[in-house]
């Protein structure tokens, strides 16, 4: 168990539909980032939170969004979802706001769209 | 658009023998480089790094050489174990966009016995 908790661990849903995907950090952690695995390509980084704010922002589409909430939880919202979407998602927290090497991941949340 | 780029999919390699994972990026201005280790249904983990001021770093079998004029790094694994059968991704990070890691698309070891 790395500390960082992700739900659901597996979602699947029909396109067009809008999914939330929840992910509490490790305790003490500050920053909060979200990425996404597809089938084909590597870890793409989508965004990052730090204490609330918005710190960074990678390739997330318009029809992604997410927040952190003053308890430092962090939801990503998924809308008007296609096949496309069908991926890991993964969230993993830092202590700092900026830290290259402070990561740790959650086990992912597998989105199915079909 | 890749910048980091992990061009072998997979490698197999023998137990006692030596691992070397291969990884090139783009971005002159990543100055922060990781490697982590994914096993199944888990989500990846921390292994090694190395800043962009250093050329080697050790960890127990585990040593990142890191090459800034062929904007290269290499992971070596010695003795390679099959417990160390797992996907390895590389991961760059740079000052000026928060520290963000780029992946690459990682790479398959497998340790046979």
């Known amino acids: 168990d790395s500390g960082v908790t992700q739900t659901p661990k597996h979602l699947i849903t029909a396109t067009g539909q809008r999914v939330t995907l929840r992910c509490s950090p490790r305790s003490g952690d500050l920053s909060v980032y979200w990425y996404q695995q597809s089938l084909d390509q590597g870890l793409q980084f989508l965004i990052q939170y730090y204490n609330g704010e918005e710190r960074a922002k990678g390739n997330i589409l318009e029809r992604f969004s997410a927040q952190q909430f003053p308890d430092l939880h962090s939801e990503l919202n998924l809308s008007s979802l296609e096949l496309g979407d069908s991926a890991l998602y993964f969230c993993a927290s830092s202590v700092a706001a900026l830290s290259g090497w402070g990561y740790t991941f959650g086990s992912g949340t597998r989105l199915t769209v079909v | 658009d890749q910048q980091v780029k992990q061009n072998s999919p997979s490698l197999s390699v023998q137990e006692g023998r030596i691992s070397i994972l291969n990884c090139d990026y783009t971005?002159?201005?990543?100055?922060?480089f990781l490697w982590y280790k994914k096993y199944p249904a888990e989500g990846p983990t921390f292994l090694i790094s190395i800043s962009s001021i250093k050329d080697k770093n050790e960890d127990g079998r585990f040593t990142v050489f890191l090459n800034k004029s062929a904007k290269h790094l290499s992971l070596h694994i010695v003795p390679s174990q099959p417990g160390d059968s797992a996907v390895y991704f590389c991961?760059?990070?740079?000052?000026?966009?928060?520290?963000?890691?780029?992946f690459g698309k990682g790479t398959s070891l497998l340790v046979t016995p």
């Open positions: 991961a760059a990070s740079a000052a000026n966009s928060g520290y963000a890691l780029n």
């Open positions: 971005n002159s201005m990543f100055d922060y």
